[in-house]
């Protein structure tokens, strides 16, 4: 065994969800950066989010056998919501079929019940770090777990169905005071995969009906009693799914109509319109077109968002994550479509809610075997572009980059700094960007001024993130050199890198505490007030007209401080897609680990909490 002292917050130990999932800022137990592949480890957090010392004792899984890892606190903690146990690149060390139980739980010396068997998933659905739920509140198991964005063979537990198991292994009563906890559990399958190359694809013999339902959530996020009326989806037609509540309920941040297995059993390429939404018997005014998509992207269940202010319709969803082919709307763009159809007041005192809608080709899908290439973008080397300067503090304020679905160019909070509250409540913090227009090759600037982040350097004495966002397609024509970074007027030592998430767009990192190329930078004091970057672009058919020079800027200035900016995406992993999502989890998913999430690192998705 190895001890691991913690010395570092990591970013969100979340991909609880929402990817989708992404939102409250989460500090997870380890930097699992520093974990060695194959390294069980213990992710605690406590109750309020903030960082605590403690020492843990971590264990190498090196095939099947029984293992046992601790964590011992220097002062007693109250856990919070989300705690798991967690193999570093485990889907590719174990295997995508390996399965880890845990045989017992002890808190403070003493055995706790456990409250149900346990289950093995892929952390976030990401299939790189492998998960077991000890206590989180923000997921629940799934069926489509043994074939789903978990990756894993099996994780049906003994005489029953993975249904059976439970992501709150601990009492939530035996989380207070807590100053040891030793997890024991057993590995088995190590070594075993799903298929040839050691990720599981969807299972494909999945036997139907395909049954529509309505996944409605409470404002509190709390259960409710009400009956649900769903539709077997047996072809091309027109359907109704219903629900009636015993009392009347107000409708949360994430609503959906879902179609089980319905990327397995009707195909890629099919869509659902809805055509009217009925609330306490009377029709409510659709704010825009529907449009569909995969649940979390996972290729399993689809989905229609009725109200979800996580998520909006992205161009590549008509080839991307959520494998659909066509998604478009009559005489229109998805982009036109939204994802609150629902209007929000109408959310309010739903006794009754009735959706009817139409489904289209059914049977349709890519072309066997692969998935409908992603549209990239086409690059103009005689047009212009933007360039953006993009930030996270170690309190998760932030400004994402330009093209994040929930946060970017399009949002109405991408020209402020988004913040969070004692309570977790998006704010606006001070400071006026000033963005660029890149007209041909030539030097320019993008800067900050008049930021107050005061507080949010507690924990850290230096960004999470600082970033270069551009929407020049990443083709490999352009190229970004002889950056500068000043910090409130003092030059700061930088090795900036292209982001390993540059799959469409040219994004420069300068800082990102998440990959070991930028975590670490020249000093400057924080927090700071004003921040700019000076670089250079190449490659284009001309040069600006002021070559060498700054390039004409656009001005955004900041919204009102008073102006409080919509939540991001829903939990990935299915946090949201089960109806049991947090409000805590708007996450985000900025980050999860550091070889998947370089590219994370450049958005901070408040997602819905998730990990299957």
Same mark, same amino acid.
């Given at each position: 065994?190895?001890?691991?002292?913690?010395?570092?917050? *990591?970013?969100?130990?979340?991909?609880?969800?929402?990817?989708?999932?992404?939102?409250?800022?989460?500090?997870?137990?380890?930097?699992?950066?520093?974990?060695?592949?194959?390294?069980?480890?213990?992710?605690?957090?406590?109750?309020?989010?903030?960082?605590?010392?403690?020492?843990?004792?971590?264990?190498?899984?090196?095939?099947?056998?029984?293992?046992?890892?601790?964590?011992?606190?220097?002062?007693?903690?109250?856990?919070?919501?989300?705690? =798991?146990?967690?193999?570093?690149?485990?889907?590719?060390?174990?295997?995508?079929?390996?399965?880890?139980?845990?045989?017992?739980?002890?808190?403070?010396?003493?055995?706790?019940?456990?409250?149900?068997? *346990?289950?093995?998933?892929?952390?976030?659905?990401?299939?790189?770090?492998?998960?077991?739920?000890?206590?989180?509140?923000?997921?629940?198991?799934?069926?489509?777990?043994?074939?789903?964005?978990?990756?894993?063979?099996?994780?049906?537990?003994?005489?029953?169905?993975?249904?059976?198991?439970?992501?709150?292994?601990?009492?939530?009563?035996?989380?207070?005071?807590?100053?040891?906890?030793?997890?024991?559990?057993?590995?088995?399958?190590?070594?075993?995969?799903?298929?040839?190359?050691?990720?599981?694809?969807?299972?494909?013999?999945?036997?139907?009906?395909?049954?529509?339902?309505?996944?409605?959530?409470?404002?509190?996020?709390?259960?409710?009693?009400?009956?649900?009326?769903?539709?077997?989806?047996?072809?091309?037609?027109?359907?109704?799914?219903?629900?009636?509540?015993?009392?009347?309920?107000?409708?949360?941040?994430?609503?959906?109509?879902?179609?089980?297995?319905?990327?397995?059993?009707?195909?890629?390429?099919?869509?659902?319109?809805?055509?009217?939404?009925?609330?306490?018997?009377?029709?409510?005014?659709?704010?825009?077109?529907?449009?569909?998509? *995969?649940?979390?992207?996972?290729?399993?269940?689809?989905?229609?968002?009725?109200?979800?202010?996580?998520?909006?319709?992205?161009?590549?969803?008509?080839?991307?994550?959520?494998?659909?082919?066509?998604?478009?709307?009559?005489?229109?763009?998805?982009?036109?479509?939204?994802?609150?159809?629902?209007?929000?007041?109408?959310?309010?005192?739903?006794?009754?809610?009735?959706?009817?809608?139409?489904?289209?080709?059914?049977?349709?899908?890519?072309?066997?075997?692969?998935?409908? =290439?992603?549209?990239?973008?086409?690059?103009?080397?005689?047009?212009?572009?933007?360039?953006?300067?993009?930030?996270?503090?170690?309190?998760?304020?932030?400004?994402?980059?330009?093209?994040?679905?929930?946060?970017?160019?399009?949002?109405?909070?991408?020209?402020?700094?988004?913040?969070?509250?004692?309570?977790?409540?998006?704010?606006?913090?001070?400071?006026?960007?000033?963005?660029?227009?890149?007209?041909?090759?030539?030097?320019?600037?993008?800067?900050?001024?008049?930021?107050?982040?005061?507080?949010?350097?507690?924990?850290?004495?230096?960004?999470?993130?600082?970033?270069?966002?551009?929407?020049?397609?990443?083709?490999?024509?352009?190229?970004?050199?002889?950056?500068?970074?000043?910090?409130?007027?003092?030059?700061?030592?930088?090795?900036?890198?292209?982001?390993?998430?540059?799959?469409?767009?040219?994004?420069?990192?300068?800082?990102?505490?998440?990959?070991?190329?930028?975590?670490?930078?020249?000093?400057?004091?924080?927090?700071?007030?004003?921040?700019?970057?000076?670089?250079?672009?190449?490659?284009?058919?001309?040069?600006?007209?002021?070559?060498?020079?700054?390039?004409?800027?656009?001005?955004?200035?900041?919204?009102?401080?008073?102006?409080?900016?919509?939540?991001?995406?829903?939990?990935?992993?299915?946090?949201?897609?089960?109806?049991?999502?947090?409000?805590?989890?708007?996450?985000?998913?900025?980050?999860?680990?550091?070889?998947?999430?370089?590219?994370?690192?450049?958005?901070?998705?408040?997602?819905?909490?998730?990990?299957?």
């Amino acid at each position: 065994m190895k001890k691991f002292k913690k010395l570092l917050v *990591s970013a969100f130990a979340f991909a609880l969800a929402f990817s989708g999932l992404s939102a409250m800022p989460v500090q997870a137990g380890q930097d699992a950066s520093a974990l060695e592949e194959g390294t069980a480890y213990l992710n605690i957090n406590k109750s309020d989010w903030n960082d605590f010392s403690a020492e843990y004792e971590n264990v190498k899984i090196t095939g099947d056998g029984s293992y046992t890892v601790t964590m011992t606190a220097a002062e007693p903690v109250d856990m919070g919501e989300f705690n =798991a146990l967690e193999v570093v690149n485990g889907e590719a060390v174990m295997g995508t079929g390996s399965v880890i139980t845990v045989d017992s739980i002890r808190i403070n010396g003493e055995d706790v019940a456990l409250q149900g068997p *346990s289950y093995t998933c892929s952390a976030d659905g990401a299939g790189v770090n492998t998960r077991v739920n000890l206590y989180n509140e923000y997921n629940t198991p799934d069926e489509t777990a043994t074939a789903g964005d978990d990756k894993h063979i099996d994780h049906r537990v003994a005489e029953g169905s993975v249904m059976d198991a439970t992501a709150t292994l601990i009492d939530k009563e035996a989380r207070t005071g807590v100053s040891t906890l030793e997890v024991a559990f057993t590995v088995s399958g190590f070594g075993t995969a799903a298929a040839e190359g050691g990720t599981a694809a969807p299972a494909t013999d999945v036997e139907g009906p395909a049954v529509a339902h309505l996944s409605i959530n409470k404002s509190d996020w709390s259960a409710f009693e009400a009956e649900y009326v769903d539709a077997e989806i047996t072809g091309d037609g027109t359907y109704t799914v219903s629900m009636t509540a015993a009392e009347a309920v107000d409708m949360g941040e994430f609503n959906a109509l879902e179609v089980a297995n319905g990327e397995l059993l009707l195909g890629t390429a099919y869509t659902i319109t809805v055509d009217s939404i009925k609330i306490n018997g009377e029709e409510t005014a659709l704010q825009g077109p529907s449009y569909t998509c *995969s649940a979390d992207g996972s290729g399993v269940n689809t989905r229609v968002n009725l109200y979800n202010e996580y998520n909006t319709p992205d161009e590549t969803a008509t080839a991307g994550d959520d494998k659909h082919i066509d998604h478009r709307v009559a005489e229109g763009s998805v982009m036109d479509a939204t994802a609150k159809l629902i209007a929000a007041e109408a959310r309010t005192g739903v006794t009754t809610l009735e959706v009817t809608f139409t489904v289209a080709g059914v049977g349709n899908a890519a072309a066997a075997g692969e998935e409908a =290439a992603p549209e990239l973008p086409v690059l103009d080397l005689n047009g212009e572009y933007h360039a953006y300067l993009g930030l996270q503090t170690p309190a998760y304020s932030f400004r994402n980059a330009f093209d994040d679905a929930s946060y970017g160019r399009d949002s109405d909070v991408f020209n402020q700094i988004t913040g969070w509250d004692s309570a977790n409540n998006a704010i606006v913090k001070s400071g006026t960007f000033t963005d660029t227009v890149i007209a041909g090759n030539g030097t320019y600037t993008v800067s900050v001024d008049g930021m107050d982040l005061s507080g949010d350097f507690d924990s850290q004495e230096y960004f999470n993130l600082i970033f270069l966002s551009t929407d020049i397609p990443n083709t490999g024509e352009i190229t970004i050199s002889d950056m500068k970074l000043e910090v409130d007027g003092r030059d700061v030592a930088i090795a900036p890198i292209v982001s390993p998430d540059s799959v469409n767009y040219i994004n420069m990192l300068v800082q990102n505490i998440w990959n070991d190329d930028v975590k670490e930078i020249g000093y400057y004091q924080v927090p700071p007030t004003d921040m700019k970057i000076t670089f250079t672009v190449s490659g284009f058919a001309y040069d600006n007209a002021s070559a060498g020079a700054e390039a004409p800027k656009e001005e955004t200035p900041a919204a009102p401080s008073d102006a409080a900016p919509a939540p991001t995406e829903a939990p990935a992993d299915n946090a949201g897609s089960e109806g049991g999502m947090s409000p805590v989890v708007i996450v985000i998913i900025v980050v999860a680990v550091v070889a998947v999430i370089a590219a994370a690192a450049v958005v901070l998705t408040k997602k819905k909490k998730g990990g299957k």
